[in-house]
């Protein structure tokens, strides 16, 4: 039955958006947490953890989620993830000075706003664009 759910679950793009959104994500806050651990700004965190992400993103989103191969759609991506990060800053600097000075926290609460906004850039700017 489970098996069954999960099958009909990955018919939808979302759905396959959230599987392959918790393995990209784990990577980069990981990797985010690790630059915390080091001493480096949330900032420049955030950025290294983006930059190193984005190739991998690119492949697992573009051919997973959107049955998507095209590699000519990689500067879109780039422009989407541009935009997310610095949403994602401006958010971590906002719930820093509203709800925790935290970073490990508000840096994962910031993952939320971040990846509706980064499904629904990819799904109408870099892959809804794609004619072929």
């Known amino acids: ?16 958006f959230i599987m392959v959104g918790i393995i990209n994500t784990a990577f980069g806050y990981a990797l985010f947490a690790l630059l915390i651990y080091l001493k480096f700004h949330y900032s420049i965190a955030v950025l290294i953890s983006t ?13 997973i989620v959107f049955n998507n191969k ?22 971590i600097f906002i719930f820093k000075k509203v709800i925790s ?4 926290l508000v840096g994962f609460l910031a993952l939320i706003p971040v990846a509706l906004i980064t499904f629904f850039l990819n799904k109408y700017f870099v892959f809804g664009l794609d004619k072929g």
């Open 51 to 63: 930059i190193l992400g984005v190739l991998f993103n690119f492949k697992t989103i573009g051919e």
């Open 1 to 16: 039955m489970i098996k069954t759910l999960f099958i009909n679950f990955w018919e939808y793009k979302f759905f396959r």
């Open 70 to 91: 095209s590699n000519r759609l990689i500067l879109r991506f780039c422009m989407v993830y541009f935009i997310t990060y610095w949403l994602n800053v401006f958010i």
């Open 101 to 104: 000075e935290n970073l490990y």
